[in-house]
C-alpha cells in the first residue's frame, strides 16, 4: 500500500483528503504545516504528498522547495492542492518540482483524476 | 408521466436520434425534459408531452437533443489517446507525407473536450509548422453541445478531470472562474450539428474516426447502419476507435479489431496484419 502526507493547515481537509485515499487504496498521514511535514518526510519519505499553499510556520512552495533539496526528496510525487488558482501560482509550483496541481475546491473524482495522470491509480 | 407518454417519447427519440429510451429510465427523463418544458413555458413534463403530440418541430427537436448523454472529459479513456499519439499518428504522417493532409472526425464530441484533446496532441506534434493541414471535424447530434464546444469555456471541474496541469496552462487561458481554449486550438476544429442517422457524403476520405461511446445508445440495426456509413467514409487505411466497451462482432462485415487495442478498427485484415507490425 501507497503511503501519502496531507499538508494542510485545515483539520476538516486533511480529514476528507484522507477518507478519498484511502478509498483509493493510500495508508495516509498527516502535517499541519511545512515544518511538520519535512520532519515527516525525514523519518519516512512517502510515495506521494498532497501539499497546500498556504499555512504557517512554512507554506507549501517553501517546504516543497527544501523537500528537493533532500536526500530522498525527489522521489516522493507531490500535488499541490490549494485555493491559488492562478496561473502564476501553477508555474511557480511546476517550477519547484511540483508533479501536478489541484485547485480547490476539489472532489473525490478529481483527486482519482490527477493520480491517474501522474499515474499512482 | 403515463406509460402511453413513455412509449410515445420513445418512439418519438428513437425516429429522431436513434436513442433507445429503456423504460425503467421514466424519472430520469422527467428530470432531462425539465429544463426544456420550463424553456418552452409549459406547466410540467405531462404538459410538454401533450404538446409534442401535435408535432411541433421545434420543441420535438428540444426534446431529442435533451435526452442524449453528453459526459465526457478530456483525454477521456486515455488508452485511445495514447494508441492515437504513438501508432495511428506515426502510421499517417508515413502514410499522406505527399499530400502532408489529415482527416479527422470526432462523430460525438459533446462539449468538445474529445475534439480539443486531440487538438493538443496535434499541436505538441507541431505537425502545422511542418505544413501539415489537418482537417479536425467535430459533430455532434445536440447544437447546444455544438455551441458549447465552439465556445470551449470550460469549468473549474471540467479541466480537473483527465487534464494534465501543464496541459491546462499550455492551452488554456483562465477567464475569472473558469479556463477558455486558446484560439489556436479553437481554430483547428470545425464543429457542426450532424445526426449519426443522415446521411454522410459530406464526409469523405476520412484517415480517423472517433465514435466513442456513442453505438451503444443505438439498437442492433442502427449500429450496424452507422458502422457502414462510417467505413464508406473511411479510407482504406483508415482507424475507427469505438469505446472500450463497445465492439463491431455482429455488426460489420468491413471492420477488424486490432489484437493489442481492441478499441481499435480498421477495415479488413491485410490492414490489421500492418498496424498490428507498427503497434
Known amino acids: ?121 | 408521466m403515463t406509460e402511453e407518454d413513455i412509449a410515445f417519447l420513445a418512439q418519438m427519440v428513437r425516429r429522431r436520434s436513434g436513442l433507445i429510451l429503456p423504460a425503467n429510465k421514466a424519472r430520469l427523463v422527467v428530470g432531462q425534459l425539465a429544463p426544456v418544458a420550463r424553456r418552452f413555458g409549459f406547466r410540467d413534463v405531462a404538459s410538454l408531452i401533450g404538446d409534442l403530440r401535435h408535432g411541433r418541430e421545434s420543441l420535438a427537436r428540444a426534446v431529442a437533443e435533451a435526452l442524449t448523454t453528453n459526459e465526457s472529459s478530456f483525454f477521456r479513456d486515455k488508452t485511445a489517446f495514447d494508441h492515437f499519439r504513438a501508432e495511428i499518428l506515426p502510421q499517417l504522417l508515413g502514410a499522406r507525407a505527399k499530400t502532408k493532409r489529415l482527416r479527422i472526425w470526432c462523430a460525438a464530441c459533446a462539449a468538445g473536450q474529445e475534439p480539443y484533446s486531440l487538438a493538443m496532441l496535434l499541436d505538441e506534434a507541431k505537425l502545422a509548422a511542418q505544413g501539415w493541414m489537418i482537417d479536425l471535424i467535430a459533430t455532434d447530434f445536440s447544437s447546444d453541445m455544438i455551441a458549447r464546444a465552439e465556445e470551449g469555456l470550460y469549468t473549474h471541474f471540467e479541466v480537473q478531470r483527465g487534464l494534465a496541469i501543464r496541459r491546462l496552462v499550455a492551452h488554456f487561458t483562465q477567464e475569472e472562474g473558469n479556463w477558455r481554449i486558446n484560439e489556436n486550438l479553437r481554430r483547428m476544429v470545425m464543429f457542426r450539428q450532424f445526426n449519426l442517422l443522415d446521411s454522410y457524403g459530406w464526409l469523405d476520405d476520412l484517415d480517423v474516426v472517433f465514435c466513442r461511446n456513442v453505438l451503444i445508445y443505438f439498437d442492433h440495426k442502427t449500429k450496424a447502419d452507422v458502422l457502414d456509413k462510417i467505413a464508406d467514409a473511411l479510407a482504406a487505411d483508415g482507424t475507427l476507435l469505438l469505446g472500450h466497451t463497445e465492439s463491431v462482432r455482429g455488426l460489420s462485415e468491413v471492420f477488424v479489431p486490432l489484437d493489442h487495442a481492441p478499441m481499435l478498427f480498421v477495415k479488413g485484415k491485410a490492414q490489421a496484419l500492418k498496424m498490428a507490425v507498427v503497434g
Open chain 1, 1 to 121: 500500500m501507497k503511503n501519502c502526507l496531507v499538508v494542510d493547515d485545515s483539520r476538516v481537509i486533511r480529514k476528507v483528503a484522507c477518507r478519498i485515499l484511502q478509498d483509493l487504496h493510500f495508508s495516509t498521514d498527516e502535517a499541519e504545516d511545512g515544518i511538520a511535514a519535512l520532519a515527516q518526510c525525514r523519518a519516512h519519505m512517502p510515495e506521494l504528498i498532497l501539499l497546500d499553499w498556504n499555512m504557517p510556520n512554512m507554506n507549501g512552495i517553501e517546504f516543497l522547495k527544501t523537500l528537493r533539496k533532500e536526500r530522498g526528496g525527489d522521489q516522493p510525487v507531490v500535488v499541490f492542492c490549494t485555493t491559488e488558482n492562478d496561473v502564476a501560482h501553477i508555474t511557480e509550483a511546476l517550477g519547484a518540482g511540483a508533479n501536478e496541481y489541484i485547485m480547490k475546491p476539489f472532489d473525490r473524482g478529481i483527486i482519482e483524476a490527477k493520480l491517474a495522470e501522474v499515474g499512482l491509480v
